[in-house]
């Protein structure tokens, strides 16, 4: 779908949903709080995985932000480690607000797997351990690169939205968030 037909699909859609009294509207993501809102003015969403993975040593130090699907979530051998595995997706990050659920249309697409390594203390075990399917998005920086390709992060914080926040099934996009093309269901 090129892009003149995709602004008429949208078009079509914004006028029925006016007409159907629904409201659409969206706003760039906002972080929780003002610990995050630091640590969101300092990272970089321009650094994806594949750039880690081809010079690790020149990124190690950089922090940043990513958002993906979580396939795993555990206690890490050492009792105090919080180990969440997780599917990159690029995202716009731009929340999308009408007539469907979901508010963060992820792409389909991303750059593989990263493991995310977090601190927990002892006393929080049992709690926000991130459920499976929830969306993530995560502030961290690499530590290395498995034999697999997976990268592990020693992060920062994570926040997990449920499953209702965010489709896949939207809009599809690459890295650089030009030529979006939804996704239409036959």
């Not at 078009?11 to 409201?23: A, K």
């Not at 009408?98 to 249309?105: L, M, W």
């Not at 998005?137 to 530590?143: C, D, F, K, L, R």
């Amino acid at each position: 779908m090129n892009r003149s037909m995709l602004r008429n699909l949208l078009t079509i859609v914004v006028v029925l949903t006016i007409g159907c009294g629904v409201t659409y509207s969206s706003r760039r993501y906002r972080p929780e709080n003002d610990d995050e809102a630091r640590l969101f003015a300092k990272a970089h969403r321009d650094v994806f995985p594949d750039d880690i993975r081809q010079d690790i040593e020149k990124h190690r130090p950089t922090l940043v932000l990513w958002s993906g699907i979580i396939k795993q979530a555990e206690i890490g051998e050492q009792r105090n480690v919080l180990r969440v595995l997780i599917e990159h997706h690029y995202w716009d990050w731009i929340e999308d607000y009408g007539p469907q659920k979901a508010i963060a249309f992820l792409s389909p697409r991303g750059e593989g797997r990263f493991e995310c390594r977090i601190p927990v203390q002892a006393s929080k075990l049992n709690e926000g351990i991130p459920r499976l399917g929830d969306m993530a998005i995560v502030y961290g920086t690499p530590a290395r690169s498995t034999n697999d390709g997976v990268l592990v992060m020693d992060c920062v914080t994570l926040r997990s939205f449920k499953k209702d926040f965010y489709s896949t099934e939207i809009v599809e996009y690459g890295r650089n968030f030009s030529n979006p093309r939804a996704i239409v269901k036959p």
